[in-house]
């Protein structure tokens, strides 16, 4: 059964502070990763997507890394602002089908 | 930008009612997803769809089906509803192929009681 972990489970920090969200997942055979942000009582919104076969991608503030031999994401926010405060979740996908998700970091981000 | 809708934001309805929620996707993906979130589960799988008409169930089917008419439209049945139902249903779209993005709905709060 593939796991996903996600640490820590939350997070406070000061606006402007640089913070790095962890996933681990226990099957390292995906297709793809998906990260995404969920707001209170909302939807997931997608941030950025890293293919198996990549080790990085970037979307303007965020930067997520994927180490898949190891089994390992992690997602990067830059000068942290108070708009970023939300749930993360990490979310391999392990055929065109099968994505599992961890319990996410919800994240606050003080003014 | 695409765009999944889901029929209503809130839904209460009685123990024994059959429901069903709706989502709409604007940009033909040919899979879609139903899933369910409960606090300390996270995201579970219901059922999803990879064609009109086709469907596989996913981790959670017992007590729910599913139809897909349209490629655009994927409904999610609560046959006859009970209270271990009430949760966010959260529905999702995606193109094949790992290049490409899973999108989801503003999901669905029902309440069984």
């Known amino acids: 059964k593939q796991e996903v972990t996600q640490i820590p489970a939350a997070l406070s920090v000061p606006e402007g502070e640089n913070l790095v969200l962890n996933c681990s997942f226990t099957?390292?055979?995906?297709?793809?990763l998906q990260w995404f942000r969920q707001d209170p009582g909302k939807g997931l919104t997608s941030l950025l997507l890293?293919?198996?076969?990549?080790r990085e991608q970037t979307s303007g503030r965020l930067n997520a890394s994927l180490d898949k031999s190891s089994g390992r994401s992690t997602l990067y926010i830059a000068a942290s602002q108070p708009g970023d405060s939300a749930t993360y979740l990490c979310?391999?996908?392990?055929?065109?089908?099968?994505?599992?998700f961890g319990a996410g970091t919800r994240l606050t981000v003080k003014p | 930008d695409v765009k999944v809708t889901q029929s209503s934001r809130y839904l209460v309805k009685r123990t024994g009612e059959k429901v069903f929620l709706e989502c709409v996707q604007d940009?033909?993906?040919?899979?879609m997803f139903w899933y369910r979130q409960d606090p300390g589960l996270g995201l579970r799988l219901i059922y999803f769809?990879?064609?009109?008409?086709?469907?596989e169930k996913g981790d959670i089917p017992e007590g729910y089906s599913v139809s897909r008419e349209k490629k655009e439209r994927f409904s999610l049945i609560l046959e006859s509803a009970s209270t271990n139902q009430t949760s966010m249903y959260l529905c999702?779209?995606?193109?094949?192929?790992?290049?490409?993005?899973?999108?989801f709905g503003p999901g669905t709060r029902l309440t069984v009681t």
């Open positions: 890293i293919q198996s076969s990549q």
């Open positions: 769809s990879y064609d009109v008409k086709m469907k």
């Open positions: 099957d390292s055979a995906i297709y793809n």
């Open positions: 940009m033909d993906h040919e899979n």
């Open positions: 999702a779209s995606r193109a094949p192929g790992a290049a490409y993005e899973q999108y």
């Open positions: 979310a391999p996908c392990y055929n065109n089908n099968d994505m599992r």
